[in-house]
């Protein structure tokens, strides 16, 4: 009879000696390894485990010897090499206190394990979605609010919404049971939540009028067997701003029966011009940084430009040929300037000129000027911002006509004045006039037609400007005066 037992027995039966050899197993566990009761039977019991669970299977030996019995469980290789797992109920096998062996009753829970493992690996792809997804998305638990539906219904109540638009008591009540297990970083920024752990601790202040009515839209889903619920809805944010959304819920895969894991999607309706305006300022602030390490980058590159010409210059013994890479090197460095400015502005696209123009002068005065000479400088262009596109062919028009009254108007006098003013006339048009108080052009010089180089750059540059540029005969000394426009 207590063979018939063993051999009939739903379990895998696994008897061992005190050296852990094994004595015994019914065709239950033999099939299980898809071997024969009497390949097994004689063998030592790590010939049916892996190398990898050595301790794991020194401990349970350990533990039969000690006399204690528990359950666990355990992978098994099969004939084929393949793993088996199993659920081993386990007893030592004692007489008058000595450990004589085993006997343990093994479960197939292959199967089961399986299915643990492909559950796992999909709350692992979905919780990785959650997390990287643009889309505001809520991880909530809605199984104690099936309970407490699923208890109206046994009660008698058919019609769920009728019940709770009758009771709004009901409705505060049922939402309570709602949990929200957690929430990705696009729910924080949608209701301008300070951080994640604020929004999981205080959604329930979001609570208004209206979510009552949204409530009853899910637990009229829910009642009718709904794995997913949608719908538009108003929402306020924690700075008290509306925001329109389509909320939209659903069941996540293995969780059907008890709507214990459900994803809640929150799609933005907000005016579609805001949106665009919203995606836009994202995609600017990157653009910013990017346009940072660019006004960087060729700041640093033109300041090689320029150290590689003061090396060159130094090896130059013909004046002219020195005024010439001197020259080079105010022009790159009115270039320069206007990169590091916008490096080091909070703003990386426009750079206050009034502030441009005393760095850049200034020092180029200071390095032409005579030692006994006293040039004043004259400024006025505070309210002044410009783009880069305008800056850089500004600056450099600045650049020559300030060196060419500092070597032709200035020059041999031990004081002048130098002058610069910028307004703005009207939207995006301005008027520069500048100049020096010095001896002045030959009455027959036309800039228009002149031959030197840095007439020339005078005349092109303005025209880059998409502006004009004409002499004040009116005062002593040089004068332009510069329309412009600010490029786009």
């Not at 895998?12 to 019914?26: L, M, P, Q, Y």
């Not at 109206?152 to 949990?179: H, M, P, W």
């Not at 701003?241 to 894991?261: A, C, P, Q, R």
Request: glycine share 6%; net charge negative.
């Amino acid at each position: 009879m207590y063979q018939l037992i063993i051999e009939t027995a739903n379990e895998g039966v696994w008897i061992k000696d005190a050296n852990h050899i094994t004595t015994f197993v019914n065709s239950k566990m033999a099939d299980m390894l898809g071997d024969t009761e009497e390949n097994i039977v004689g063998r030592h019991f790590t010939d049916f485990t892996f190398p990898e669970d050595e301790i794991i299977i020194s401990e349970m030996h350990k533990r039969r010897e000690d006399g204690g019995s528990d359950g666990y469980e355990l992978r098994l290789r099969n004939k084929q090499g393949e793993a088996v797992w199993v659920f081993v109920n386990a007893s030592p096998l004692m007489k008058e206190g000595k450990y004589l062996g085993s006997l343990g009753m093994l479960s197939n829970i292959t199967m089961h394990k399986q299915k643990e493992q492909k559950r796992i690996e999909q709350e692992r792809r979905y919780k990785s979605l959650f997390e990287d997804s643009p889309v505001p998305i809520w991880d909530e638990d809605f199984s104690k609010v099936k309970k407490y539906i699923d208890q109206l219904k046994e009660k008698g109540i058919t019609n769920v919404r009728e019940y709770f638009e009758k009771n709004i008591d009901a409705v505060v009540e049922c939402s309570a049971l709602l949990q929200v297990n957690d929430v990705n970083q696009a729910v924080v920024d949608l209701n301008e939540a300070p951080n994640k752990a604020y929004m999981l601790q205080n959604y329930t202040k979001l609570v208004d009028a209206k979510s009552a009515e949204y409530a009853i839209n899910q637990f009229e889903a829910i009642a009718n067997g709904g794995k997913s619920c949608e719908f538009d809805a108003e929402l306020r944010t924690f700075n008290n701003n509306i925001v329109h959304v389509h909320l939209k819920w659903t069941v996540v895969k293995g969780y059907e029966d008890t709507y214990e894991k459900v994803y809640l999607s929150t799609t933005d309706l907000t005016d579609r011009i805001v949106a665009e305006n919203a995606n836009l300022r994202k995609s600017n602030d990157q653009k910013v940084l990017l346009l940072k390490e660019i006004h960087h980058r060729v700041k640093n590159n033109l300041q090689i430009i320029t150290s590689l010409l003061k090396l060159q210059a130094n090896s130059v013994e013909d004046q002219a040929t020195m005024e010439l890479f001197e020259l080079s090197l105010h022009r790159i460095n009115s270039m320069a300037l206007v990169h590091d400015l916008l490096y080091r502005s909070e703003d990386f696209s426009r750079i206050n000129y009034g502030m441009y123009l005393e760095t850049l002068v200034t020092p180029l005065i200071e390095s032409m000027q005579q030692d006994d000479a006293e040039i004043e400088l004259e400024i006025n262009a505070d309210n002044i911002s410009l783009n880069i596109n305008t800056s850089i062919p500004l600056g450099l028009l600045i650049n020559e006509i300030m060196t060419n009254s500092m070597k032709h108007g200035l020059m041999g006098r031990t004081s002048g004045k130098i002058y610069i003013y910028i307004t703005e006339e009207e939207a995006g048009k301005f008027l520069m006039c500048i100049g020096d108080d010095g001896k002045g052009f030959a009455p027959d010089v036309d800039i228009e037609e002149a031959e030197t180089l840095g007439l020339q750059l005078i005349t092109s540059l303005a025209e880059q400007l998409m502006g004009d540029i004409e002499r004040d005969h009116t005062h002593p000394g040089t004068h332009y005066r510069v329309h412009f426009k600010e490029l786009s």
